[in-house]
């Protein structure tokens, strides 16, 4: 049974940073390219960043890049995605994916056939 569980989500200042975690079970992980996507109420999940499996190559979404860096520890199963100089407007739940290697659409929620059940991020003014 594959399993993904975030951590790390909480409450801070605008401006501040914050690290999210991502851990998962039952998955050959290092076969398995591991995406963030987040989500707000009444929108569409949006894209944040993903990280390959077999070259840990890096995808960002517009406003993300340079202020989040993805990277994935597989001898611990782990993703981690550092969130830097945070807005208003990266308040939403982020959730955790993995898509099975090889592949394309890294960026694309369809693709991602595992996911965890998301952690909330809120930043403050």
């Known amino acids: 049974q594959v399993q993904l569980v975030e951590s790390g989500g909480g409450l801070v200042q605008a401006g501040g940073s914050l690290r999210l975690s991502c851990t998962a079970s039952?998955?050959?992980?290092?076969?398995?390219?591991l995406g963030w996507f987040r989500q707000v109420p009444g929108k569409e999940r949006e894209f944040v960043a993903s990280?390959?499996?077999?070259?840990?190559?890096?995808y960002y979404g517009g406003s993300m890049e340079g202020r989040f860096t993805i990277s994935r520890d597989n001898a611990n199963n782990t993703v981690t995605l550092q969130m830097n100089r945070l807005t208003l407007e990266d308040s939403a739940v982020y959730f955790c994916?993995?898509?099975?290697?090889?592949?394309?659409?890294?960026?694309?929620?369809?693709?991602?056939?595992?996911w965890g059940q998301g952690t909330q991020v809120t930043v403050s003014s």
């Open positions: 994916a993995a898509k099975a290697e090889p592949g394309a659409f890294y960026t694309k929620e369809f693709v991602y056939r595992y």
């Open positions: 039952g998955v050959a992980f290092s076969d398995y390219a």
């Open positions: 990280i390959r499996g077999h070259d840990e190559k890096v």
